[in-house]
Protein backbone atom coordinates (compact mmCIF):
# COMPACT_ATOMS: atom_id res chain seq x y z
CA UNK A 1 0.00 0.00 0.00
CA UNK A 2 1.34 3.60 -1.20
CA UNK A 3 1.39 6.07 2.04
CA UNK A 4 2.05 9.77 2.44
CA UNK A 5 5.34 10.81 4.90
CA UNK A 6 6.63 14.02 5.65
CA UNK A 7 9.83 14.88 6.56
CA UNK A 8 12.46 17.63 6.69
CA UNK A 9 14.43 17.57 2.90
CA UNK A 10 17.90 16.91 3.76
CA UNK A 11 19.02 18.78 0.41
CA UNK A 12 17.02 20.23 -2.54
CA UNK A 13 15.15 17.69 -4.32
CA UNK A 14 13.23 17.41 -7.34
CA UNK A 15 9.57 16.07 -8.16
CA UNK A 16 9.29 12.55 -8.47
CA UNK A 17 13.00 11.96 -7.03
CA UNK A 18 13.60 9.46 -4.49
CA UNK A 19 15.21 10.65 -0.90
CA UNK A 20 15.64 9.18 2.92
CA UNK A 21 14.41 10.81 5.78
CA UNK A 22 17.92 11.00 7.45
CA UNK A 23 16.63 10.95 10.43
CA UNK A 24 14.10 7.51 10.28
CA UNK A 25 15.78 6.20 7.61
CA UNK A 26 12.58 6.19 5.60
CA UNK A 27 12.31 6.28 1.70
CA UNK A 28 10.06 7.92 -0.65
CA UNK A 29 9.37 9.69 -3.33
CA UNK A 30 8.77 13.62 -3.56
CA UNK A 31 5.49 14.90 -4.75
CA UNK A 32 6.89 17.75 -6.15
CA UNK A 33 9.87 20.15 -5.91
CA UNK A 34 11.61 20.84 -2.16
CA UNK A 35 14.52 23.41 -1.17
CA UNK A 36 16.68 21.35 1.43
CA UNK A 37 15.64 22.17 5.30
CA UNK A 38 11.30 22.50 3.97
CA UNK A 39 9.23 19.71 5.15
CA UNK A 40 8.22 17.45 2.28
CA UNK A 41 5.55 14.84 1.02
CA UNK A 42 6.34 11.66 0.31
CA UNK A 43 4.94 8.66 -1.08
CA UNK A 44 5.96 5.68 0.39
CA UNK A 45 5.33 1.98 0.98
CA UNK A 46 4.47 -0.58 -1.54
CA UNK A 47 3.06 -0.83 -4.81
CA UNK A 48 5.66 1.05 -7.20
CA UNK A 49 6.54 -0.71 -10.16
CA UNK A 50 10.50 0.08 -11.08
CA UNK A 51 12.55 -1.17 -14.04
CA UNK A 52 16.47 -1.74 -13.02
CA UNK A 53 19.51 -2.61 -14.96
CA UNK A 54 20.21 -6.69 -14.11
CA UNK A 55 18.37 -9.79 -12.82
CA UNK A 56 16.58 -9.55 -9.77
CA UNK A 57 14.11 -11.76 -8.02
CA UNK A 58 11.36 -11.58 -5.33
CA UNK A 59 13.25 -10.26 -2.16
CA UNK A 60 16.00 -9.04 -3.64
CA UNK A 61 17.49 -5.69 -2.10
CA UNK A 62 17.27 -2.86 -4.35
CA UNK A 63 19.73 0.41 -3.57
CA UNK A 64 18.83 4.12 -4.78
CA UNK A 65 22.26 6.18 -6.54
CA UNK A 66 21.20 9.75 -7.27
CA UNK A 67 17.45 9.81 -6.83
CA UNK A 68 17.33 6.51 -9.11
CA UNK A 69 17.03 3.12 -7.69
CA UNK A 70 19.25 0.16 -8.87
CA UNK A 71 20.09 -3.50 -8.42
CA UNK A 72 23.75 -3.10 -6.76
CA UNK A 73 25.11 -1.31 -4.12
CA UNK A 74 27.82 1.54 -4.82
CA UNK A 75 29.59 0.33 -1.62
CA UNK A 76 29.82 -2.56 0.41
CA UNK A 77 28.23 -1.21 3.63
CA UNK A 78 24.72 1.03 1.60
CA UNK A 79 21.72 0.54 2.89
CA UNK A 80 19.20 -0.99 0.53
CA UNK A 81 16.38 1.13 -0.18
CA UNK A 82 13.78 -1.02 -1.04
CA UNK A 83 13.17 -4.64 -1.96
CA UNK A 84 11.85 -6.90 -4.27
CA UNK A 85 7.84 -7.79 -3.82
CA UNK A 86 7.16 -9.79 -7.44
CA UNK A 87 9.34 -9.63 -10.79
CA UNK A 88 6.76 -8.62 -13.97
CA UNK A 89 9.41 -8.85 -16.27
CA UNK A 90 12.80 -9.53 -17.51
CA UNK A 91 14.86 -8.66 -20.82
CA UNK A 92 18.13 -7.27 -22.01
CA UNK A 93 19.30 -7.21 -19.16
CA UNK A 94 16.98 -5.69 -17.01
CA UNK A 95 14.00 -6.27 -14.65
CA UNK A 96 10.73 -4.50 -13.95
CA UNK A 97 9.27 -5.19 -11.06
CA UNK A 98 7.03 -4.31 -8.44
CA UNK A 99 8.43 -2.76 -5.68
CA UNK A 100 8.19 -1.80 -1.39
CA UNK A 101 10.40 1.10 -0.13
CA UNK A 102 11.75 0.51 2.86
Given at each position: ?19 M ?6 W?Y ?56 S ?11 L????
Amino acid sequence: MITTIQFVCPRTVSAGELVMDPNTGAWGYAKTHYAGGQIGTFSAGAGYVVTVPGNVSAGSDLWCRNGVITSAPSAPDETPCASVVSVMSQADGETTALVRLY
